[in-house]
């Protein structure tokens, strides 16, 4: 009896902490999003930004308002769309000062990303993991103070020319669409204790209950 009673409050302590420990631990990641607008404030689609381990997963869908075809997508290094063309955005996110284009051996631009197929009825699903730019603090972050934006182009990057003077890099042409790139959610506030500390301190409270359980069993 006295056994059971033991394996009974164990079990129940184990699956405390992993109720209680489990969201704690499962937080601590940052993620933002993009509304993409036209010049003429028309919906485009929306874009999600998760930092994961191994680098910033973007998540874009495309509802309408972009033209069939594959267009070329980057992250611009200014959260400033003032100018119907959004030039006001500034050029490629680039902290490293590289080339741009996954094919140019001095590339690429930490904001470059692969291009996006739009199908016939204007609609797109894409994904792509970026391990060049970060949501958190740092010199490759893409919320720093004067924040991005995500901007979708006419033609489709080449993925190699670093600059053209009419079709700026990659040859990808004219900003069609575009959004400034918000934080959407961010590490939650413990009071000053941190995801790892505030873990240790929930172990080490299953660790009194299961001593005390152990003395009064």
Known sequence: MREKRIAALVLFGALLL???AGPVLAQGGVAATAELRTSE???VGTAEFVETSEGVAIDVEITGN???GTHGLHIHEKADLSDPAFESAGDHFNPTGAEHGFDNPNGPHAGDLENI???DD???GYEYVNDRITLSAGPDSILDDDGSALIVHAMTDDYRTDDDPESGPGMSG???????IE???????TGGVGVLPMAALLLLAGAGIFSLAMRRA
């Open 66 to 68: 972009v033209p069939p």
């Open 117 to 119: 197929p739009v199908a």
């Open 122 to 124: 204007g609609t797109a």
């Open 18 to 20: 992993a109720l209680v």
């Open 183 to 189: 934080v959407a959610e961010s590490v939650p506030d």
């Open 41 to 43: 404030d028309e919906a």
């Open 174 to 180: 004219d900003r069609v669409a575009a959004g400034v």
